[in-house]
C-alpha cells in the first residue's frame, strides 16, 4: 500500500533563511509525487510534481524537490524564506490510477 | 479565470439535517474528485467521477453520504442525517488525466454541524 509521511507538522525559520520540508513515501511500483501548497481558508494549489525524468524537479515560487529513490524521499526545499510562504504544505503520492494519497501537511511559519 | 468552483463556501447546520454541496470543474477535465480535509490532517479520498461515472467510492464514504455528477459536469455531494463528525472542510478537486495529472481544487465547503 501506498504512503506519504512528512516529518514535522510544523517547521519554523527566519525570513531569508533555508526551508526544508521532509516527506518519505512507501510504494511498491515507482511513484508520481506532489508537493501542494495551501493558504488559509483556500484549496490546495500544485507547487511542483515528479513523474518521471530528472529527479531534481522545480516548481512556482523559488521551491524545488529532489526524488531520492534510495531513500523513499521526496524533500521540498527553497534557499530563502519570505514572509508569504507561511502556509500548510502537502506532500502526495500516487502510484497508479486515479488516487492520490496526502501526507498530513507541514505548516510553515516564517519569523521576520 | 474558470478554475474549480465550490457552493457554499461555509455551511451551518444542525445535526441531523441534510446538507447538499455543489462542485464546479474546469471545464475540459472529465476527472472529479471529492475528499474530506480535517484539521491538521490532509485531504482524504472520499470518491471519484470519470465523466458522469463514479468509479470509486472511499470507505469513509457512508451510506448517508451520496455523490452525483450528472452529464459529466458539475457534482453534488450531499450528506444526510448529518452528525458532528461530518464537520470538515469538503474540497473538490478535478484533472485532465490519472496519475500524473495534477488536481485542481477547488475552495472547498467548510460544513460545521452543531
Known amino acids: 500500500a501506498q504512503s506519504v509521511t512528512q516529518l514535522g507538522s510544523h517547521v519554523s525559520v527566519s525570513e531569508g533563511a533555508l526551508v526544508l520540508l521532509r516527506c518519505n513515501y512507501s510504494?511498491?511500483?515507482?511513484?508520481?509525487l506532489f508537493w501542494y501548497v495551501q493558504y488559509p481558508n483556500q484549496g490546495l494549489q500544485l507547487l511542483l510534481k515528479?513523474?518521471?525524468?530528472?529527479?531534481l524537479v522545480k516548481g512556482i515560487n523559488g521551491f524545488e524537490a529532489e526524488f531520492k529513490k534510495s531513500e523513499t524521499s521526496f524533500h521540498l526545499t527553497k534557499p530563502s524564506a519570505h514572509m508569504s510562504d507561511a502556509a500548510e504544505y502537502f506532500c502526495?503520492?500516487?502510484?497508479?490510477?486515479?488516487?492520490?494519497?496526502f501526507g498530513a501537511g507541514t505548516r510553515l511559519f516564517v519569523k521576520a | 479565470d474558470t478554475g474549480v468552483s465550490q457552493d457554499p463556501r461555509h455551511k451551518i447546520t444542525k445535526r441531523g439535517q441534510n446538507v447538499t454541496f455543489r462542485c464546479d470543474p474546469i471545464s475540459e477535465h472529465n476527472r472529479l474528485y471529492w475528499y474530506r480535509q480535517t484539521l491538521g490532517q490532509g485531504p482524504e479520498f472520499l470518491t471519484y467521477?470519470?465523466?458522469?461515472?463514479?468509479?470509486?467510492k472511499s470507505r469513509l464514504l457512508s451510506d448517508r453520504f451520496s455523490a452525483e455528477r450528472p452529464k459529466g459536469s458539475f457534482s453534488t455531494l450531499e450528506i444526510q442525517r448529518t452528525e458532528q463528525g461530518d464537520s470538515a472542510m469538503y474540497l473538490c478537486?478535478?484533472?485532465?488525466?490519472?496519475?500524473?495529472?495534477?488536481?485542481?481544487f477547488g475552495p472547498g465547503t467548510r460544513l460545521t454541524v452543531t
Open positions: 467521477f470519470q465523466n458522469e461515472a463514479q468509479l470509486e
Open positions: 478537486a478535478s484533472s485532465l488525466g490519472d496519475r500524473g495529472h495534477e488536481q485542481y
Open positions: 510504494s511498491s511500483v515507482p511513484p508520481y
Open positions: 502526495a503520492v500516487n502510484t497508479g490510477g486515479f488516487k492520490t494519497i
Open positions: 515528479y513523474t518521471t525524468g530528472a529527479t
